[in-house]
Nanobody
Framework: QVHVVESGGGLVQPGGSLRLSCAAS????????VQWYRQAPGKRRELVAR??????????DSVKGRYTVSKDNATNMLMTVYLQMNNLKPEDTAVYYC???????????WGQGTQVTVSS
């Protein structure tokens, strides 16, 4: 099993930056991808960034050039993935969720989400 906890959300002015963290614990050696999603009020959850076990990254067009996903060197039981968000816009306001995919039982784990609000 993998347990996921996000942190780092908050209130920021337009043009500002935030760094979100996703701490994954448990069977982290079985994780092959970590994804960041976001969901704004009244909208569908959307995938914004992804990093795989080889470090390959993908981004939604709406965040390309502003967001960067990275990960640290995992220990046997803990992996941390970051989402650096720069030049934030009001439309980036959403709850951001971390999702891990892997070959562990269930293979799909979600955190509780962290609120990001971009407003002056």
């Amino acid at each position: 099993q993998v347990h996921v906890v996000e942190s780092g959300g908050g209130l920021v002015q337009p043009g500002g930056s935030l760094r979100l963290s996703c701490a994954a614990s448990g069977s982290v050696s079985a994780i092959y991808a970590v994804q960041w999603y976001r969901q704004a009020p009244g909208k569908r959850r959307e995938l914004v960034a992804r990093i795989n076990s080889e470090g390959r990254t993908n981004y939604a067009d709406s965040v390309k050039g502003r967001y960067t996903v990275s990960k640290d060197n995992a220990t046997n039981m803990l992996m941390t993935v970051y989402l650096q968000m720069n030049n934030l816009k009001p439309e980036d306001t959403a709850v951001y969720y971390c999702n891990t995919r892997g070959t562990y039982p269930g293979g799909d784990s979600w955190g509780q989400g962290t609120q990001v609000t971009v407003s002056s």
